[in-house]
């Protein structure tokens, strides 16, 4: 039986044109499919094992660095003279995070207490917390400030109160006494007599009321109604607005609660989110793309008119009273405490900062707080947030410790908190985000190119099968004729015999 190749050319030119078509139908779907995928993945939903896991549990790796500046010349301070600081450190903690009192509500919001714990890690550090190191004493000078408007002999009763439990303006303690509290008759005395004035009524310490503690009760968004909203911040504590600010602007709770955000962002997305610890929120700005060992991602970098003071940046003034550019005023959410954060070592702060103080050295590299941010998903892969502790010092006349101190802002300590997807978690974030839509991406264009060239070689070998065809008829056609002129020729031969 013999086979009509123009008709089989014809036929894989029929399946060629549907290839196309489906390539083409992919192009535009795919993207559709990978959205809605990337959409069932986000919203916080149990029935998400992978995403809800990674939000609730977050197993990425978590460290927090401190590091503390250790006052050199402590008497010469009392005298008027310059402060000189020597940064001792990282001392490194795991910190591990874990929400609990998980409850869901009928308008898509989810509430829940996210408890953090932290644990020394000495292979990590530079040293134990057994180190010794010296720095302001917060009780002492701190409280000098807070009370320099009242009735001089009052002020003169502070002093004395200051004397009886030796407390001095400079503290001399271990790294993990600092941390996480030590034992202070003063401290007994204010928690008996003067309760609510301190920030613990235990041991005394820069992180003592952190650890085994929750950041308050956080109501959030499931996206499960507007994937644009997930994550974003209900309510905290019951409240969706602040009031350690002066003006509304100031007290607003804005963005996440800074683990994640909203997917598919792009350059023009800010990253805004609310921190418990700094009493406010705060918004992060796009700087540049990058790779993260295979993974597209957007670093997003702190402006400088973040802790810009109200002069500086008009919004701002409802942070204040305020300084120079570069700290933030936490009194208000601090027991009134004249506490001010910054970034480390004053780093993209007014430079005058930087002469009150000698051995402080900013560097972005070491000291800017970033965000790399997978955009399409709105999942951190790599965050270093760095911040500055300091305290406001002066000279108070009838508290004798504070000496002759010149009006200072003095940094205490820096500490960083990081992490980064990588593991298991990082293979299947590779796998299902780029992976996955890059396979999808060439089968698109796969299935057009094999199309088109399916198409192609059929239309050629049909117009070849068609010309030989028609050469195969010509050629049968001439025998024939030679053959009939040939036997009549005898038959006339006969007739004219």
């Not at 790294?175 to 309760?195: A, I, Q, R, T």
């Not at 929750?214 to 905290?236: A, C, E, M, P």
Request: aromatic letters at 12%; a neutral charge; hydrophobic letters at 40%.
């Amino acid at each position: 039986m013999r086979i009509d190749k123009s008709k089989v050319a014809i036929g894989f030119m029929v399946i060629g044109a549907l290839t196309v078509v489906f390539g083409v139908v992919l192009l535009f779907v795919g993207p559709t499919v990978m959205k809605e995928k990337i959409i069932e993945n986000t919203v916080i939903d149990p029935k998400n094992e992978m995403s809800y896991t990674m939000w609730k549990d977050i197993p990425v790796p978590f460290f927090m660095s401190v590091y503390f500046f250790n006052v050199l010349n402590p008497q010469e301070i009392l005298k008027g003279e310059k402060p000189m600081v020597e940064q001792r450190g990282p001392y490194v903690y795991r910190k591990r995070c874990q929400k609990d009192n998980i409850t869901f509500h009928p308008n898509n919001t989810v509430s829940y207490r996210e408890y953090r714990q932290y644990y020394f890690e000495p292979s990590m550090s530079a040293g134990s917390e057994s180190d010794v190191v010296t720095i302001p004493n917060m009780l002492v000078l701190g409280a000098a400030v807070m009370m320099e408007n009242l009735p001089y002999a009052v002020r003169l009763m502070i002093s004395a109160t200051f004397k009886t439990f030796k407390e001095g303006p400079f503290l001399t303690k271990t790294v993990g006494e600092l941390m996480w509290g030590y034992d202070s008759g003063l401290v007994d005395f204010l928690n008996k007599y003067l309760p609510g004035m301190l920030p613990s009524t235990g041991k005394f310490g820069l992180f003592a009321e952190f650890n085994n503690s929750n950041t308050g009760l956080f109501t959030i968004f499931t996206g499960q109604d507007d994937i644009r909203k997930v994550h974003r911040v209900d309510s905290w504590n019951g409240l969706t607005e602040l009031s350690y600010w002066r003006t509304p602007q100031c007290n607003m709770i804005n963005g996440t609660a800074g683990q994640m955000w909203p997917p598919f962002m792009t350059k023009e997305t800010t990253l805004p989110f609310y921190s418990p610890d700094a009493c406010r929120s705060m918004e992060l700005v796009y700087q540049r793309p990058g790779v993260m060992k295979g993974i597209p991602l957007y670093r997003y970098v702190a402006p400088k008119t973040l802790f810009a003071n109200g002069t500086d940046y008009a919004p701002n003034e409802g942070f204040c009273p305020c300084r120079q550019s570069g700290l933030l005023n936490v009194s208000s959410c601090r027991h009134n405490s004249p506490v001010f954060i910054s970034h480390p070592h004053f780093y993209n702060a007014d430079p005058v900062l930087l002469d009150y103080v000698q051995g402080l050295s900013p560097n972005e590299d070491k000291h800017g707080l970033f965000i790399d941010i997978h955009p399409q998903t709105g999942v951190p892969l790599n965050v270093s947030i760095r911040l500055q502790l300091n305290l406001y010092m002066k000279r108070v006349s009838g508290i004798t410790e504070t000496g002759k101190i010149s009006e200072v802002v003095m940094p205490m300590i820096w500490f960083e908190e990081s992490g980064y997807i990588d593991g298991p978690i990082l293979t299947t974030f590779h796998t299902n985000l780029v992976v996955l839509p890059a396979v999808m991406e060439y089968m698109q264009y796969g299935f057009i190119a094999l199309g088109l060239a399916t198409i192609l070689i059929a239309a050629l070998v049909h117009h070849r099968a068609k010309r030989n065809n028609r050469e195969g008829e010509t050629t049968t056609s001439h025998p024939t004729t030679s053959t009939s002129t040939g036997e009549r020729a005898p038959l006339l031969q006969d007739e004219t015999d």
